[in-house]
């Protein structure tokens, strides 16, 4: 069954250092997101994506993210100068309009 | 605002005993429902989604869940757990087309006793 694939599976970054998270979603899915976890608490909305651009992106997600598409396979997060309070599971999906949404198995980010 | 709600944080059941996790939602319209269940550390694995059709939908893991428009629920049942279903459960909508942002609810941990 097609996956979602998400590296680095963990990152211990230190504060104020910029992290790139990356994602292959599914390959025929046209739709895609950043969603994280913080330890213990429910998953939250970042953004999603579509046609090479931003289609909807939540509060959470302030000037210090930002997504790419570098190429036709990738999808990245990018933090640009990491706070303690980044520290999460950060989780990619992609979908298509009857698919459903298939979820990778995560970027756990530890800031230090 | 568009909401989910899981009732129960934390169920206990005994293995074997019969499990159903509640969900209900606040949309305006029907929305896609979906229902993840995370193991510890563990990435979201889809148990089933219900879009439209029969309100029962079956998924993987012998699990089952039943949309009830005018409850707003969308509750998961299994009649009988195994130890192996401790994780924790989260149920989801998304408004109807499959490129709009999934709402989590806050999960419901189930932890089974043998």
């Known amino acids: 069954e097609p996956e979602v694939t998400q590296t680095p599976s963990h990152q211990v970054t230190q504060m104020g250092q910029e992290v790139i998270l990356r994602c292959v979603p599914i390959s025929n899915h046209l739709y895609f997101y950043w969603y994280r976890q913080i330890l213990g608490q429910k998953v939250e909305f970042l953004v999603s994506?579509?046609?090479?651009?931003?289609?909807?992106k939540s509060e959470i997600f302030d000037d210090q993210f930002s997504v790419e598409r570098p190429d036709g396979s990738n999808f990245t997060l990018k933090i640009r100068s990491t706070k303690l309070e980044d520290s999460a599971m950060y989780f990619c999906a992609s979908s298509t309009d009857r698919s459903g949404y298939t979820f990778g198995s995560g970027t756990r980010l530890t800031v230090v | 605002a568009q909401s989910v709600t899981q009732p129960d944080i934390h169920i206990t059941v005994s293995e074997g005993a019969s499990l159903e996790l509640r969900c209900n939602y606040s949309?305006?319209?029907?929305?896609?429902l979906f229902w993840y269940v995370q193991s510890p550390g563990q990435g979201l694995q889809l148990l089933l989604k219900y879009f439209s059709g029969d309100t029962l939908v079956q998924g993987i893991k012998g699990f089952e869940a039943e949309f009830k428009r005018s409850q707003s629920s969308f509750n998961l049942r299994k009649p009988s757990v195994h130890w192996s279903d401790a994780a924790e459960y989260f149920c989801?909508?998304?408004?109807?087309?499959?490129?709009?942002?999934?709402?989590f609810g806050a999960g419901t941990r189930l932890a089974v006793h043998p």
């Open positions: 949309y305006g319209a029907t929305p896609y």
């Open positions: 994506f579509y046609n090479n651009e931003i289609s909807e």
């Open positions: 989801a909508v998304a408004l109807s087309g499959g490129y709009n942002k999934l709402i």
